[in-house]
């Protein structure tokens, strides 16, 4: 790292940008320790939606979090007065752009020479969907965030991803859940888009055809579900945590867990930083996109569940409210899996 790019004297003062949602903010945690570990002296800060505090709130490679809620211009003024050093824009979108803009006619100048995006490979991306021509890089999206603090010196430690739960908010299983204790799988009902999920009956199978005590994980939105499934299932074994826990703690039952079942979730890379034995089920996104398990050799274990060859697959970077072809094959057509 050059040190003229910070102010005399003082030590470099780093702004990494990544608004949300859980997952993309536990995929940028390798590089937020890295930054602090590798750049010495290094003063680091994190913006994130207000929302996704909760992600960020106890990793100590933070020293400062700016949240972002309604008001850019109040936000702006916030960043503006902390004279930043360098900026690492892990989010790369319109707002994004605009706050570098903002702080380089604000700030310093300099800015323009110390301000690093990652590329989120759009066209890439669009390609790959509209016309299955995958010509994305075979490289996780970890790794293409650490190419944005390249120029810092700063290089992958191969730790992998970070979660830290803050002091308060882990979960007593024999408090609660006495029959638990002996150990279960934590089961990922939801997803933040229906077509990223199996239906209901199809969990109903896979818990129906194991024995092991099964924790149901979720958001509010997934308590009903999780009651369907709870009483399809006859309840004795199954537990529905959906929107009974706050995030953290739902990442300490992710923690606890001898196995993770999960869709493509946040809670799926919360269950990689705690190097867990992961079972990711794959509906209308594909690993391809780069944001499979990050589990670097001997940490933790994943296996990947698909429908390969289907035509329509896959049709959204992101998902749907339900399948567009009308069939969902991609979920229905899940082989049957032990755990």
Known sequence: MKSYFCKKGALPKILVIRFSSIGDIVLTSPVVRCLKQQVPGAEVHFAVKKAFYPVVEANPYIDKVHLFEDNLKEFLKELRKEKFDFIIDLHNNQRTFLIKLFLLFSSSPLLLFSTHSF???????????????????DIHIVDRYFNAVRKLGVKNDGRGLDYFIPSGETV????????????????????????????????????????????????????????????????????????????????????????????????????????????????????????????????????????????????????????????????????????
């Open 119 to 137: 590329s989120k490979l759009n066209l890439r991306k669009w390609l790959l969907v509209k016309f299955k021509w995958n010509l994305m890089p």
């Open 172 to 339: 007593d299983i024999s408090q609660f859940l006495a029959a638990f204790r002996r150990g279960y799988v934590a089961f990922v009902i939801g997803a933040k888009h229906n077509t990223k999920a199996m239906p209901e009956e199809r969990i109903v199978e896979l818990i129906q055809s194991s024995s092991k005590p099964v924790i149901l994980l979720g958001g509010p939105e997934d308590s009903g579900k999780g009651d369907r499934i709870v009483a399809a299932t006859g309840g004795e074994r199954v537990f529905n945590a959906c929107g009974k826990f706050s995030l953290n703690q739902s990442a300490s039952l992710v923690k606890q867990a001898e196995k993770v079942i999960t869709h493509d979730t946040g809670l799926m890379h919360i269950a990689a930083a705690f190097h867990k034995e992961i079972i990711s089920v794959w509906g209308n996104t594909v690993p391809e996109f780069g944001m499979h398990p990050y589990l670097p050799e001997g940490l933790g274990e994943s296996t990947i569940l698909e429908v390969k060859g289907l035509k329509c697959r896959p049709c959204s970077k992101l998902g749907y409210r339900k399948c567009p072809k009308g069939h969902f094959r991609c979920m229905r057509d899940i082989p049957n899996f032990e755990f």
